[in-house]
Every structure is written in structure tokens, then in C-alpha cells.
């Protein structure tokens, strides 16, 4: 089992910044990369950034690119979520998971979840 707790969420308004951080512990040694998703009131969880633990090769949604930044600090087994020029399209639950699949976008492909944090932009 691995176990994830997020932190760092908040109420900002548009064009602040935000760092979410995600602590892994347990059976961490069997997650190959770690994701960051989110889900918004009434619509499906949807793929933020993903970043493997070993080379650190990092993809992200069209919506982040350029805004966000995945990064992870392997001696700490955890993973950040650096968020920029946030948008009030932003405002959703965000959600670290991990895998041991490697890298990837979907949903169905991450084996634990941590318990969401709350990000609100106001405009």
C-alpha cells in the first residue's frame, strides 16, 4: 500500500500562485511515477501532470502547460505541483496518485489516490 497526502490548497485570486505538495509513504519503492489530477463540481476527474521518480520525465494537459510546474524530491518521497497565472478555470479538488505503470494520463492507470485538497481561484 502507498499512502498520499496532499497539501498546500487555498483561496487565491486569479493570476496568483499556488505549490501543492504531495507526501507518499508506505510501499513507496513500488510506485513508478506520480500524477496530479483534478476534478471540478459536476464534471470528471481530468489529467493535470504526471512525473516518473527515477528520470523525472514530466507530461501535462494542454489547459497547465506553461502555467505548472511537476517536480519531486525522491529523498522526501514527495511530489509538487508549482501552480502559476492561476485561473478561476482552475477551481477544482486536486488529486495526487500514484502508479506503478510509469508516466501516464489516465485516470484508470494510477493505483492510489490521496484524499484531494481544495483549490478556489477567485476572479
Known amino acids: 500500500q502507498v499512502q498520499l497526502v496532499e497539501s498546500g490548497g487555498g483561496l487565491v485570486q486569479a493570476g496568483d500562485s499556488l505549490r501543492l505538495s504531495c507526501a507518499a509513504s508506505g510501499r513507496t519503492f513500488s510506485s513508478a511515477a506520480m500524477g496530479w489530477f483534478r476534478q471540478a463540481p459536476g464534471k470528471e476527474r481530468e489529467f493535470v501532470a504526471t512525473?516518473?521518480?527515477?528520470?523525472?520525465?514530466?507530461f501535462y494537459s494542454n489547459s497547465v502547460k506553461d502555467r505548472f510546474t511537476i517536480s519531486r524530491d525522491n529523498a522526501k518521497n514527495t511530489v509538487y505541483l508549482q501552480m502559476n497565472n492561476l485561473k478561476p478555470e482552475d477551481t477544482a479538488v486536486y488529486y495526487c496518485?500514484?502508479?506503478?505503470?510509469?508516466?501516464?494520463?489516465?485516470?484508470?492507470?494510477?493505483?492510489?489516490w490521496g484524499q484531494g485538497t481544495q483549490v478556489t481561484v477567485s476572479s
Open positions: 512525473i516518473s521518480w527515477s528520470i523525472g520525465n514530466t
Open positions: 496518485a500514484a502508479t506503478s505503470r510509469g508516466v501516464s494520463m489516465a485516470v484508470s492507470a494510477y493505483d492510489y
